[in-house]
């Protein structure tokens, strides 16, 4: 069970230093994925099976999907975003990060550990519903109407101006 945290800790670190690091957007953002994955599998080691469940729908699945519509609104890189995937070198250390997480959840499986992970109760459905919507709810809103007027302002930042309006004499 440690050498599942410790070696899903390190493919989070090296995820995250690839998001960093990264010059492209859609390839940060798939590295981003690798590394909210892997702190999923970290909630997973510790224990908690809903925070894990939570971290791969909510951040892995929901919030990242609105990260890959951003990048394709504002289409940073043109046509050669889409070319520069053939080439094996940027996609080979996503995958390679991947294949490690794969192996420390078949090696849980294959153990046997995966049930007493299962069975944690540090983290209940009930429990996260209580404290979002009991004390910080006001916070969970915020966020909310932070990430609407992020997406906004994406949209409009990303907007295209219109040719025909930019000729002298017209406004």
Known sequence: MELAFYLSALVAVL??????????AVHAVVYLIVSLIAVALVFFALGAPFAGALEIIVYAGAIMVLFVFVVMMLNLGGDDQTRSWRHPRHWVGPAALALVLLVVLMSLLLEGDLQRVITGDLLTARSVGL?????????????????????VTASHVGRRSNPLRNRKGQP
Request: charged fraction near 5%; charge should be negative.
């Open 131 to 151: 404290t979002l919507f009991g004390p910080w709810l006001m916070v969970v809103e915020l966020a909310a109407l932070l990430l609407l007027a992020a997406l």
């Open 15 to 24: 995820a995250t230093v690839g998001v960093i690091t990264g010059t492209n």
